[in-house]
Nanobody, 121 residues
Framework: QVQLVESGGGLVQAGGSLRLSCAAS???????MGWFRQAPGKEREFVAA????????NYADSVKGRFTISRDNAKNTVYLQMNSLKPEDTAVYYC???????????????WGQGTQVTVSL
């Protein structure tokens, strides 16, 4: 069983930066770790994932070049560095873990409670 707790969300002006953290209760080095987001009235969508330790990272086209996912297995923590934020990045951001090498949120078994990110003009 893995428990995930996100932190680092908040209110930021457009063009600003935030770093989200996701602390895991157990060892997650063998899991795919992903970040997803959900805006009001929209479905949850993929943002970024690190599919295995030291391996493949993937990004949604909308965040490529602006967001960076990283993981520190010694701290059981996954990060999402978000730069050049836009108002359309406003959403609740969720950290998730999966046994599968997948970008599909339906394949993720464990989820955090979410952290709100609001980007103002």
């Amino acid at each position: 069983q893995v428990q995930l707790v996100e932190s680092g969300g908040g209110l930021v002006q457009a063009g600003g930066s935030l770093r989200l953290s996701c602390a895991a209760s157990g060892h997650t080095f063998s899991y795919a770790m992903g970040w997803f987001r959900q805006a009001p009235g929209k479905e949850r969508e993929f943002v970024a994932a690190n599919l295995w330790t030291g391996g493949n990272t993937n990004y949604a086209d909308s965040v490529k070049g602006r967001f960076t996912i990283s993981r520190d297995n010694a701290k059981n923590t996954v990060y999402l560095q978000m730069n050049s934020l836009k108002p359309e990045d406003t959403a609740v951001y969720y950290c998730a873990a999966s046994h599968l090498r997948s970008l599909n949120p339906n394949d993720y078994n464990y989820w955090g409670q979410g952290t709100q990110v609001t980007v103002s003009l």
